[in-house]
């Protein structure tokens, strides 16, 4: 990202490196904001970092929205010329949302980090650089259960969250049914909401015409979530649904 003064002449040009490109829900990104002085000298006021995420994915016509900030710097005097690295560790919300599964990007799932700088009354803002984000090991349990059973991915969705604290969205993954599944439910939706004690697990399914949707919730700490038979776990939900006979 590069500043000019009032005259157009260049004063700093501001670039962020991540050193972690790939994080999890509750863990950090580290990197570096690397200030180059230019022509004339610049007082910045103060540097952040966004995180953000768009609905769709990156390039689309839906804009990216931020939905935690962390100061990276106070006041930075920066003489024309100049160099200054600032280093920075970013704690990643236990919310944000996953974008990455198994090594493979998510469907509908763009995150990033944004550049932000302050100088008088203006705020100038980079484009997002890019972000994986991969489920923490507990999450991670419930997609690899779904994947033994046969439901392949579909995509992602942020859904408001109605909490007043936390993030204001929460993420649904929807994964297509197996052939077993197939004609007595059209999708299931899983939805995290993770935190440092624990995890809550909702799962949703979009049954036949003549039965409405129908969810389930566990609660748990990580280390039971880790330990709980998830294959056994959502074939019982499955087959338990109303309209569904017994195999």
């Known amino acids: 990202m590069r500043l000019t003064d009032a005259d157009g002449a260049s004063a700093s040009s501001v670039t962020t490196t991540l050193a972690t490109p790939r994080t999890q829900p509750g863990g950090v990104l580290s990197g570096e904001v690397r200030l180059t002085g230019g022509d004339a000298g610049v007082a910045i006021d103060r540097i952040g970092l966004g995180l953000v995420t768009s609905p769709h994915e990156a390039g689309g016509r839906h804009p990216f929205e931020e939905f935690s900030r962390a100061q990276v710097s106070g006041p930075v005097a920066l003489r024309p010329g100049a160099e200054e690295v600032i280093a920075f560790q970013v704690a990643v919300p236990w919310g944000t949302p996953v974008s990455e599964i198994g090594g493979r990007h998510l469907a509908g799932m763009a995150l990033g980090v944004r550049t932000e700088v302050e100088i008088g009354a203006v705020v100038?803002?980079?484009?997002?650089?890019?972000?994986?984000?991969?489920?923490?090991?507990?999450?991670?349990?419930?997609?690899?259960?779904?994947?033994?059973?046969?439901?392949?991915?579909?995509?992602?969705?942020?859904?408001?969250?109605?909490?007043?604290?936390?993030?204001?969205?929460?993420?649904?993954?929807?994964?297509?049914?197996?052939?077993?599944?197939?004609?007595?439910?059209?999708?299931?939706?899983?939805?995290?909401?993770?935190?440092?004690?624990?995890?809550?697990?909702?799962?949703?399914?979009?049954?036949?015409?003549?039965?409405?949707?129908?969810?389930?919730?566990?609660?748990?700490?990580?280390?039971?979530?880790?330990?709980?038979?998830?294959?056994?776990?959502?074939?019982?939900?499955?087959?338990?649904?109303?309209?569904?006979?017994?195999?």
């Open 124 to 247: 100038r803002r980079s484009d997002p650089d890019l972000v994986a984000v991969r489920p923490v090991p507990s999450q991670l349990r419930v997609l690899q259960a779904f994947a033994r059973l046969g439901f392949p991915v579909d995509s992602a969705v942020l859904r408001p969250s109605g909490e007043p604290d936390g993030l204001s969205f929460l993420q649904k993954i929807k994964f297509y049914p197996p052939d077993l599944h197939a004609g007595v439910v059209h999708e299931v939706d899983v939805t995290f909401a993770p935190s440092s004690s624990g995890l809550v697990v909702v799962l949703e399914a979009d049954q036949q015409a003549g039965h409405g949707p129908r969810a389930e919730r566990f609660v748990m700490s990580h280390e039971e979530a880790l330990r709980t038979d998830w294959p056994s776990e959502i074939d019982r939900w499955l087959v338990s649904r109303p309209g569904r006979g017994a195999r």
